[in-house]
């Protein structure tokens, strides 16, 4: 069993940042990917990024790029998301994730959650 916290999000104006955390804990030894996903309101789960916690390789949705940035900690138990220039249409509820699979197959274990509002 794995657990995840997150934490970093709050409410910021647009153009603010923040940079998000989320901390994995248990039988973390089977890692071997951690990523982000965001709800918005009224729309589906979408994928932000992920990390190859071996490959030490990270990867963000094309639409992410620019703005996004993934990385983890040498421990491998800690996984980070800076949002530059935040937009209004950033807000969402961003979940962590981690799997001890490949970073394309369905993540097994899930945090509960770190609201981000942007808003003026």
């Known amino acids: 069993q794995v657990n995840l916290l997150e934490s970093g999000g709050g409410s910021v104006q647009p153009g603010g940042s923040l940079t998000l955390s989320c901390v994995a804990s248990?039988?973390?030894?089977?890692?071997?990917?951690m990523g982000w996903f965001r709800r918005a309101p009224g729309k589906e789960r979408e994928g932000v990024g992920s990390?190859?916690?071996?490959?030490?390789?990270?990867y963000l949705r094309d639409s992410m790029k620019g703005r996004f940035t993934i990385s983890h900690d040498k421990a491998k138990t800690t996984i980070s998301l800076h949002i530059a220039s935040l937009k209004p249409e950033d807000t969402a509820m961003y979940y962590c994730?981690?799997?001890?699979?490949?970073?394309?197959?369905?993540?097994?274990?899930w945090g509960q959650g770190t609201q981000v509002t942007v808003s003026s």
């Open positions: 994730a981690a799997t001890g699979a490949s970073c394309s197959d369905p993540y097994n274990y």
């Open positions: 248990g039988n973390t030894r089977h890692n071997k990917c």
């Open positions: 990390s190859d916690l071996d490959a030490e390789r990270t």
